[in-house]
């Protein structure tokens, strides 16, 4: 037997072992009773501890007088995002990918402010955020046409909006789950959260393992990979769950609706792709995405740029 094979068998049964400690532990640390006490721990620091602005570092309050409009004012006008986001998923038979609606570019005050938000804690900022995500859901209507929207008399389908799911290391790491928070509350009209469709896979992916066994080394890195590379690179990152299932099986008898997926950032696509992968092996699959920001500006705003240049 080859170094590699007694490596992967290894890594097999230490992957078997531990799985149902640490789903013991996700359940407890990700449940609904959980994230209210992180999320309040939170948004207790908030407002105890001296704040600075999120954006430029400066005094007083979350943000300050001059960052807060320029911050309003960057996610006013979401926009179709796929462009640049070489690694989305491509769909139906003539291959086009995944459509995405980002409320704004990752950049300047967004990046700051999403950053903040993200990893410092600083969860008084979904007051400006999470409006804006929801714009986001509002303009997929007109901007995904045919795919996401209302009928012909204006009113809205049923629309079921799908979470990436977040590990339990982030969760433990930062006190909240930063999607959660922004999706927190009401949604827009006909819009239906509905989480638990997906859960991050824990055994190594299939790809690891027969590296492992041939022997070889390695390791998996979006930088310079090629476009299928990259769509690689994604699969096996998540896993249907128990209730994907039970929604596939139950379409069988009434149509599903729409399911659009939604995440704070798009980078290349890839995690989105991972999504869809996972949701499609149960029959289930989405129509488009939600993101709060992507790296990709819009498409006339890099036109305007190259003019000026």
């Known amino acids: 037997m080859g170094q590699g094979t007694t490596t992967a068998s290894a890594v097999g049964r230490r992957s078997r072992r531990s799985t149902g400690w640490a789903q013991a532990v996700d359940r407890v640390v990700t449940s609904v009773a ?5 999320g309040a721990c939170a948004d207790l620091m908030d407002l105890l501890l001296p704040s600075l602005c999120a954006v430029c570092t400066r005094p007083p309050g979350t943000l300050c007088r001059d960052c807060e409009p320029r911050l309003r004012a960057a996610l006013l006008h979401p926009y179709r995002a796929e462009e640049g986001a070489a690694a989305l998923p491509l769909l139906g038979q003539d291959l086009l990918p ?23 804690g600083r969860t008084g900022l979904s007051v400006v955020l999470r409006p804006a995500l929801h714009r986001a859901m509002v303009a ?33 790491r930062r006190g909240y789950d930063p999607l959660a928070e922004l ?9 239906e959260l509905r989480p638990g469709l997906l859960a991050p896979r824990r055994s190594p992916p299939q790809g690891i393992v027969a590296l492992l066994r041939s022997g070889g080394t390695g390791r998996a890195s979006h930088s310079g990979a090629t476009v299928s590379g990259r769509r690689r ?20 008898a009434a149509p599903v609706p729409p399911i659009v997926l939604v995440d704070d950032v798009m ?17 289930l699959v989405p129509v488009g995405a939600v993101v ?3 790296v990709s500006p819009p498409a006339d705003q890099d036109e305007r740029q190259s003019d000026r240049t």
Do not use: C
Not at 98 to 120: G, S
Not at 163 to 170: D, E, F, L, Q, T
């Open 140 to 172: 997929a209507e007109q901007l995904v046409p045919g795919v996401i929207g209302g009928d012909p008399r204006g009113r809205w389908p049923r629309v079921l909006l799908v979470p990436m799911p977040g590990r339990a290391a982030g969760f433990r």
């Open 183 to 191: 999706l927190a509350g009401p949604l827009p009209h006909g819009w």
């Open 267 to 283: 980078t290349t696509g890839s995690t989105l792709a991972a999504a869809v992968q996972a949701l499609a092996s149960t029959g």
């Open 98 to 120: 995944l459509p995405v609606v980002a409320t704004a570019p990752y950049r300047n005050e967004v990046a700051a402010a999403l950053l903040a938000f993200k990893d410092h």
């Open 233 to 252: 690179q994604g699969q096996g990152r998540f896993r249907p769950t128990r209730a994907a299932i039970q929604l596939s099986s139950d379409s069988r």
């Open 292 to 294: 709060l920001a992507a």
């Open 34 to 38: 959980a994230r209210a006490i992180g």
